[in-house]
């Protein structure tokens, strides 16, 4: 493959090159590898950037519907959408949550938008390195906004926080005794809460949730990066396409904001800080499990650790000694 | 130093052989170092099982005298009560929030109970594996509850959390507009919210922040680790004595449920793994920054990836082959 052929077509904006590039950085294979390398560096150079936009909603609050008029709204006004997806149960599941494009029929079709399910990875750190490559990629392929959408399994709202500009959560409204609330550690990261449904018979029951989160989130201390009045909630209707201008109108007012102050540029620079760092650290523990010796050694005194059989300190200096020693 | 004559004392539950054990583990000198792991494998045959409170407050809720009025209360029943503390603020600060007795005056005083304030150390991971080890040392030394006190500066709550049974969060009440919030994050491990100062002309405000704080609690998920009604808020006053025993009482609920349950060998387990898996994670960094040459390369290597001039996965890679040639 010509690398420097795909990069330039990526660079110029073709959807097909887009989703080979995508592709590309995958692979598994040791040669895609280092071709795939050498394309990020590549494109690295157009220096685009997209608002990246986390969302993250449980199944039933009606996200593929909200990302459909949401996109559709956003291509409505000439921007270009791109549609990403953490999904670390896609592997177990067999299926992924973006595979069915019919779930999002018509943005699918919109020339303007760009759709890529996630892919079948059953460990987390690969579905995060793939999706934070391919938002780069989308970037330099000059995508305005690129939503990377989660359902919210184990830690994948805190991997697509770390890599997104703004965080939005997705809820339905609450029924009186189904009230099961979000999951802890969200509401530490979400930047706009957004309660779906608010129509026909449901609306007063959105209303009265989006109330509830409002007055736990003015529970929450200030956050540097915050202006006034956020994090805030509001309600939206995917299905009738209400709220949806003034939610985006709250992103660009945030993202405004953030630029003004130099939050964003932080914020980036933190986040690609920390995943050179998460890399570092993969890399060295897939080191130390290649060394069988070692790995077994970590089962066991983990295991005898755990049943109260020696102390975490006893045990870490073995496996330390034995690290000296390799 | 005879370690098992020390460990002897200890175990039958002297206090002055406490103290000087936990000045033993503080000790970074090598040979007082070994000693310490000694130490500490001999008074594990105790098999003694503390409550092991965390309790979380910032400077100006109350939580010398909630110590004091509940640390009163515990001894007047009969319990021996240790008192810890996590400081990270400690080193920089050159005080530490326990180094002042005279703060808890009469519990300092009393037989049963047992004050140590923290360490001057700079950084979280020497105060962990400290606070950590004096807790087991507490434990063998018959303590039938142990506080461990922080203030929350950075991670010290998470911290404090992964060696608790059980985590108290301490609030004042909220004057009208003077809502600052907790910190966020704190509501994900809390068990038990108290609102303290609930006597006098605060009375009001502080059964309204109690509310308050009670309704965001349901909109969180419940956890497996929890009774119904937990976690739950309520109104104390450490001055008046108020509402103390119904504080204790909650704590006795909860935990006499983990145990039958088995959440709480479960989580005590996992948290013993957790402490080994992070020795061994310090261990192996130490030793990767005693590579002169590496740890030039990782700073120099995050400020470029922070600047946008070169992506992680490249970045990380370099690092990689460096540790694979070392």
Chains 1, 2 share one sequence.
Not at 89 to 102: E, F, V
């Amino acid at each position: 493959m010509d690398i420097q052929e795909l990069a330039e077509k990526v660079l110029a904006g073709e959807r097909r090159a887009l989703a080979r590039a995508i592709t590309l950085i995958e692979s598994r294979r040791p040669d895609h590898r280092a071709e795939a390398a050498e394309l990020l560096d590549v494109v690295k150079r157009s220096d685009r950037q997209a608002l990246r936009i986390g969302l993250s909603g449980t199944p039933g609050v009606g996200k593929s519907t909200f990302i459909e008029s949401f996109g559709m709204m956003l291509t409505a006004k000439g921007l270009r959408v791109a549609v990403l997806a953490v999904d670390p149960s896609s592997a177990r599941s067999g299926g992924s949550i973006l595979g069915d494009k019919t779930r999002m029929e018509r943005l699918s079709r919109d020339p303007r938008a760009f759709i890529r399910p996630s892919p079948s990875q059953s460990e987390l750190g690969g579905v995060a390195r793939r999706t934070r490559e391919a938002v780069a990629l989308c970037e330099a392929a000059g995508y305005d906004v690129v939503l990377i959408e989660t359902v919210g399994v184990g830690q994948s709202e805190t991997v697509v926080a770390e890599m997104s500009d703004l965080f939005v959560l997705l809820l339905a409204p609450a029924g009186g005794d189904e009230l099961q609330g979000v999951k802890r550690g969200i509401m530490e990261i979400a930047d706009i809460i957004l309660v779906n449904k608010a129509d026909g018979e449901l609306k007063p029951a959105a209303m009265r949730t989006c109330a509830d989160y409002a007055g736990a989130l003015r529970l929450l201390r200030k956050r540097p990066q915050d202006p006034d009045n956020f994090p805030k909630a509001r309600t939206v209707s995917a299905l009738q396409e209400g709220g949806l201008e003034d939610a985006w109108a709250d992103m660009i007012t945030l993202s405004d904001w953030r630029r003004e102050t130099s939050h964003w540029d932080a914020r980036r620079a933190s986040q690609a800080r920390h995943w050179f760092e998460e890399e570092v650290r993969l890399g060295a523990l897939a080191r130390l499990s290649q060394d069988k010796e070692l790995s077994a050694l970590m089962d066991q005194l983990g295991t005898e650790v755990a049943k109260g059989l020696t102390s975490p300190r006893a045990a870490a200096e073995r496996v330390i000694a034995k690290l000296n020693a390799v």
